[in-house]
């Protein structure tokens, strides 16, 4: 077996491109380079190139791009105390979505519900599953009531069986991605009737909310029947999420063409719920389009440049604002739409996949994590909103790409 000492991340190699073929189809990414690594990364895994000539040349590549990758997974693991965080908020709000009379908008508990599915995925723990499936259940029930059809039950404002007051799709989108999430991890007839309970739900958007702009107006809101951004952004993630459940076409056409009118949208125009006050809420909700359809998206060059443009300009705003302390930011995180700053780290934990090259994403992610963290755990946690958009982001830290089940793919 003859093996030469060349440079390994030698970019003209006709092995080492066969090999970064190979590793693309399988991570989903290009393979890594030097220059990609830290210095310390690179000179752990090159201290084992004398040992490597002992084998073949393209087998040798194959140990040392392995070698690197479990270098930089090993600097990448989540913070110790993380996982320890996460489930013991995880059994707070079990409690909580499992209690029938527990009071607050399901859009809220929709997220936790969300992260429970994932908790499952991570523990095998079945209380979060069963909690997840009595919510969902629930949800169900108030939609067989609910005028117009197929709208869900938002815990406030319209009410099952009437038919007048605000019913708003956003909140609602937010409901239907808690059931489908429950769904795909459920089986036989209870799987099918609640993905049904979803598809209702999205045909009555599809057919009454949605402009030919793309845009998702917000159903039933005295305020405005124009495009919105909460409202597209969320139902944007949901049809991605529906057309990896069920293959059909039409709702990736949605979620495409909802992107398409995000990528064209000014967030810091004057409109309902501007920036100016909503802040990390109307981030929170835009990058569910993106984070959810994101390998969908890219497929063509020219949406990708669009979408990478409007990404790109989000997580900038975002890393800027968790350069700010807690005390100091614009929006508190104890209040209102402050609290979704929880949420936003796992935007930049899911980017930092689709975005392996730059470190930053995971960086900024854990120290805004830990700064949260010291007021949703000081003293004994409590179920808030900023605990439970927290929840999303500890999830997908811990257990990347289980809250789109995008191993599922």
Known sequence: MGCDYADPFNDNDPDL?????????GHGFPMPKATQFSAHQQQTALRAWPVLPLFSRRLSLAL????????????????????????????????????????????????????????YDL???????????????RMVGFQDKMVPAGAYYM?????????????????SASIGMAVLATAVRCSGAERQHLVDSVQKFAGLVMSN?????????????????????????????????LYQETGEERYLHCGLRVADWLDQWDLTKPQPFPLSEQGPAMLMYVMECYSAGW????????????????????LHWITGQQAVPLAQRPWPVTK???????GLPFHEYVFSRHLPQDKSLLTNGDQDMRQLASVVFDGAPKVTQLSMFMLMSYAERL???AIYREEAR
């Open 17 to 25: 491109k066969e090999l970064d073929m190979v590793w693309a189809l």
């Open 64 to 119: 040392m791009a392995a070698l690197c990758l479990a270098c930089a997974r090993a600097q990448e693991a989540p913070p110790a105390e993380f996982r320890a965080r996460f489930l013991q908020l995880c059994d707070l709000v079990a409690a909580k979505v499992s209690d029938a009379n527990s009071a607050g908008s399901f859009f809220v508990d929709s997220y936790a519900v969300r992260t429970l599915c994932a908790a």
């Open 123 to 137: 523990t095998g723990n079945q209380r979060y599953l069963e909690a997840s499936r009595q919510w969902s259940g």
């Open 155 to 171: 815990h406030y404002n319209r009410q099952p069986g009437q038919t007048n007051g605000d019913w708003y799709v956003a909140d």
């Open 209 to 241: 909310y949605i402009k030919p702009s793309g845009g998702v107006t917000d159903g039933l809101w005295h305020q405005s029947s124009d495009e919105w951004w909460c409202s597209s952004g969320i139902f944007g993630s949901l049809s991605f999420l």
């Open 295 to 314: 390998p969908l998206i890219i497929k063509d060059e020219a949406r990708k440049e669009a979408a990478t443009a409007k990404v790109a300009w989000c």
């Open 336 to 342: 209102g739409w402050g609290m979704k700053f929880g």
């Open 399 to 401: 257990k990347p790409g």
